[in-house]
């Protein structure tokens, strides 16, 4: 265990029976996630991108021309937005479809 792992242990170890710390540590392994070093992104987020990418074939949006075009990039920016739940995370920014199409 990692000096940090063992810090985090120990400050909840008045609070976690040996029994809940088994079911954690058990939930954490049937898990076939490997959390990711972003910390602007959460675990949730990183599954539903990789479900996006890999079983939904969430790809850039077409150049045939070369060029990028508006309609592409906004529909883009909105599958974006439902992976990564800007409505809830970025409010008032990206979370706000007039942000995107601006």
Same mark, same amino acid.
């Given at each position: $265990?990692?000096?940090? @792992? %063992?810090?985090? &242990?120990?400050?909840?170890? %008045?609070? #976690? ?5 088994? &079911?954690?540590? *058990?939930?954490?392994?049937?898990? @076939? $996630?490997?959390?990711?070093? @972003? ?7 990183? +599954? +539903? #991108?990789?479900?996006?990418?890999? +079983? ?8 045939? @021309? ?10 883009? #920016? ?11 995370? +970025?409010?008032?920014? #990206?979370?706000?479809? *007039?942000?995107?199409?601006?």
């Amino acid at each position: $265990m990692e000096e940090r @792992d %063992s810090l985090v &242990h120990r400050e909840f170890t %008045s609070l #976690l029976t040996s029994e809940a710390e088994a &079911h954690i540590r *058990s939930s954490f392994k049937k898990s @076939d $996630m490997i959390p990711d070093d @972003d910390i602007n992104t959460s675990v949730d987020q990183t +599954k +539903k #991108l990789i479900v996006a990418i890999t +079983k939904n074939n969430l790809t850039y949006p077409p150049r045939p @021309d070369g060029e990028f075009h508006y309609s592409d990039i906004v529909a883009f #920016l909105d599958e974006l937005s439902g992976i990564f739940d800007w409505p809830k995370y +970025k409010k008032a920014t #990206l979370g706000k479809p *007039s942000f995107r199409r601006w």
